[in-house]
Structure formats: structure tokens, C-alpha cells
């Protein structure tokens, strides 16, 4: 089955520790994109990524870093410099080509950090 | 910049209808709407293009004016199933597919 995982589903962390999220995609797709979930809030673009080796900041980048070594992969790692880290973290993935494209989640990873 | 959603929340009896707003203040290329049940990824709806194209689930209709940059969805005979939070993703034209997503708006569909 085509898909999109993300590992893992629960992730607590201290304080000061950078913590890196898995994202693996088997669909094919050239597009990318981390976003991150709070409590009553959309959906807000971390950073994506339409090819391997190249990926732009979203709109709340910083304290987060990315790498697309891989076409399907796009691991997410927080750093201790982002000030609230917990919250829901998603990852999607799309075509680039064409017109109507939709975006297939994975998952999500709950991070926690105290 | 972000799109508004209206209703934020919506009551329904089973087989009521619904219908869920989305405004934005710029000029569209393409409207998405997702449907996200508690704790779960967001699934696909349907994707609304400037000049008329849609692709969707056949159950789920909406509409696009592009004059007034909003869009609807027309949830109809509604189904318990039609629960959760539903987000529109808005794309600007020469946004090169990054989405601003709305708050959401809830629904509970109750027997």
C-alpha cells in the first residue's frame, strides 16, 4: 500500500535536546511538507520541499531545520532553539506536476517536550 | 492573509445539511478542503481550481467565485461519519503550491 508514515507516533523530549521526526513517503511524490497542528489552530507550513536536495522555509521556520536527501524522505529536526516545540507535527506529500493536485498526510507525531 | 472560515462550529441532526465558508482577502488560484478527525491526519475532500476545474469525492460538492475569492462546501443528507474539523487551504497564484490553511470549522453530526 502507498503511503506516507511518520514514527514516531509519541515523541517527550527535555528541555534543550534537538529531536529529529521521521517522514517516509512511498507514493512517487516530488513535493514535500512539514506543518505543524496546536490546539484550535490550522494548519502552519514549517518548511516543504518540490525536489531532492532543495527545500524552502515556510512561514514559522525558524528553531526547525530540514534535509531531502532522498525523494522520499524528509526528516524534520527540532532544535532547542525553538522556544514552544510542542505540538502536532504533520507531514504531506504531493505531485508537482499538473493543476489539481491534492496533498496526502501522514499520521502525525505528537511531540511533547518538558 | 489566512483564510477565514465560517461557521467555526456547526450542530447537526443526521441527514440535516450544512454549508462551510471560506474567505480569503487575495486573489485565488485554487481552494482545498480537507476533513480532520480528532487526533487523525487531514483527509482530502476536494480541490476547487480558478477557472472551473474540481476534482473530489463524488459526495462532496462545493463551489468556487472566483470574483469574490470564496468558497463553499455543501455537506447534504449529512452522516455521523461527517464529524471532525474541516479546513479550506488556500493557494495563491505564484505561491508555487504552498497552502494557507483556515482555522477550521468544527461539525458534530448527532443521531
Known amino acids: 500500500d502507498g503511503g506516507i508514515t511518520q514514527s514516531p507516533k509519541y515523541l517527550f523530549r527535555k528541555e534543550g535536546q534537538n529531536v529529529t521526526l521521521s517522514c517516509e513517503q512511498n507514493l512517487n511524490h516530488d513535493a514535500m511538507y512539514w506543518y505543524r497542528q496546536d490546539p484550535g489552530q490550522g494548519l502552519r507550513l514549517i518548511y516543504y520541499?518540490?525536489?531532492?536536495?532543495?527545500?524552502q522555509k515556510g512561514d514559522i521556520a525558524e528553531g526547525y531545520s530540514v534535509s531531502r536527501e532522498k525523494k522520499e524522505s524528509f526528516p524534520l529536526t527540532v532544535t532547542s532553539a525553538q522556544k514552544n516545540p510542542t505540538a502536532f507535527y504533520l507531514c504531506?506529500?504531493?505531485?508537482?506536476?499538473?493543476?489539481?493536485?491534492?496533498?496526502?498526510f501522514g499520521p502525525g507525531t505528537r511531540l511533547t517536550v518538558t | 492573509q489566512q483564510p477565514v472560515q465560517s461557521p467555526q462550529a456547526v450542530i447537526l441532526r443526521e441527514g440535516e445539511d450544512a454549508v462551510i465558508n471560506c474567505s480569503s482577502s487575495?486573489?485565488?488560484?485554487?481552494v482545498h478542503w480537507y476533513r480532520q478527525k480528532h487526533g487523525e491526519a487531514p483527509v482530502f475532500l476536494m480541490i476547487?481550481?480558478?477557472g472551473g476545474e474540481q476534482k473530489g469525492h463524488e459526495k462532496i460538492s462545493a463551489s468556487f467565485n472566483e470574483k469574490k475569492q470564496q468558497s463553499s462546501l455543501y455537506l447534504t443528507a449529512s452522516q455521523l461519519s461527517y464529524s471532525g474539523t474541516y479546513f479550506c487551504?488556500?493557494?495563491?497564484?505564484?505561491?508555487?503550491?504552498?497552502?494557507?490553511w483556515g482555522l477550521g470549522t468544527s461539525l458534530a453530526v448527532n443521531p
Open positions: 487551504g488556500t493557494e495563491n497564484a505564484g505561491n508555487n503550491r504552498k497552502l494557507i
Open positions: 487575495k486573489a485565488l488560484y485554487s
Open positions: 520541499s518540490q525536489i531532492v536536495n532543495d527545500f
Open positions: 476547487l481550481l480558478k
Open positions: 504531506a506529500s504531493s505531485i508537482v506536476g499538473g493543476n489539481a493536485y491534492e496533498q496526502y
